[in-house]
């Protein structure tokens, strides 16, 4: 039993490695022993909190209940407890309510992109907990709804499930209290970013999902079926599709560089320059690092930024331009702007 516990919660090697909350190994000693490293690991991931049933895998009923009477923990929910002494995080209480659900619960929402997905991705602080069928909870202080796909890929956060982004994101859509459009968008393009959502992922999901007429029409799943990501770089590739031939999106061009835009007949690809990626010093190495490796490999690499989308004539007579002098010197007819 104890074996096949240890490996329903999700809990890794590498989690179990690494230093867990001090104040959970220190504080909690019962009779002289310390709490087993596999406890003070999951309670790390769980954000200080822990079930009962987890207690009793490992130290036993008699042993369990003497520890939950001390004052090393509190009662937060029927069977789930939190070790007192360490911040309080604010998705404790949703972490809470998927333990007393049971391990078969699933958090989702907007909360959970955060709880789930990359570093610095916030959607919002609100979650709904997915229950699957036979599974009841009372005293959660959550909006429940019937898990549509209970054998879904999840991420694991001790023994709590927790969607994956564009689950999450279909979840949170569909929400009684949606986060905002723009709030939206750009959580869609973070985690397009960091390759945590692939273009038209939400659109496949959503038929799996059998959301319908829920999603229909919403500008997420418009944005999910196209290949660019930020605001800038989806203008520069509407003004961009006005050449003949119309350069390809996102194209790998070495096994290990991709250009948002690339014109193949030219051999040049079209980056926008965001900020976020591409401001101070760090940014900018990496630009003539990537420059560098794509001149030797015969590729010629032109930039556009939020600037120059404010004079649209002129950027597309500047990349009109470089297109036919790219198209010269490789002897090729030069892809044609088209008339507006």
Do not use: N
Not at 111 to 118: I, R
Not at 192 to 215: D, M, N, T
Not at 233 to 260: I, K, M, N, S, Y
């Amino acid at each position: 039993g104890r074996r096949r516990w240890r490996a329903s919660t999700g809990v890794s090697s590498t989690a179990s490695s690494r230093p867990v909350y001090a104040w959970v190994s220190s504080a909690c000693t019962l009779c002289g022993m310390q709490l087993p490293q596999v406890l003070a690991a999951t309670a790390e991931q769980q954000l200080g909190v822990l079930a009962r049933w987890q207690f009793l895998v490992e130290l036993g009923a008699g042993r369990t209940d003497a520890l939950l009477k001390s004052d090393r923990f509190s009662r937060l929910l029927r069977g789930v407890y939190a070790v007192r002494g360490g911040a309080v995080h604010r998705h404790r209480g949703a972490v809470a309510a998927a333990l007393r659900a049971g391990p078969r619960a699933t958090l989702s929402g907007p909360a959970a992109v955060e709880l789930g997905g990359p570093d610095g991705v916030v959607l919002g602080r609100g979650f709904v907990l997915l229950l699957p069928s036979g599974v009841k909870v009372t005293g959660v202080d959550l909006p429940l709804r019937p898990d549509r796909d209970p054998d879904r890929e999840v991420h694991h956060r001790g023994a709590v499930r927790v969607a994956r982004p564009a689950d999450a994101l279909l979840d949170s859509i569909t929400g009684s209290d949606p986060p905002s459009p723009r709030q939206l968008r750009l959580c869609h393009d973070q985690l397009r970013w960091a390759g945590q959502l692939a273009a038209g992922e939400l659109g496949r999901r959503a038929a799996q999902l059998r959301y319908g007429r829920a999603v229909a029409g919403h500008e997420l799943l418009d944005l999910d079926a196209t290949a660019a990501t930020g605001d800038g770089e989806r203008r520069l590739g509407e003004l961009l599709g006005r050449f003949d031939p119309a350069p390809r999106p996102q194209v790998w061009v070495t096994p290990h560089r991709r250009v948002d835009w690339w014109f193949d007949t030219v051999r040049v690809g079209i980056e926008y320059q965001g900020r976020v990626d591409h401001d101070g010093a760090s940014g900018r190495q990496a630009d003539r690092a990537r420059d560098e490796e794509l001149a030797m490999a015969g590729v010629r690499l032109l930039y556009a930024t939020a600037r120059d989308l404010h004079d649209e004539r002129v950027l597309l007579a500047t990349v009109a331009g470089a297109l036919a002098a790219r198209a010269h010197e490789l002897g090729v007819p030069a892809p044609r702007l088209r008339g507006s």
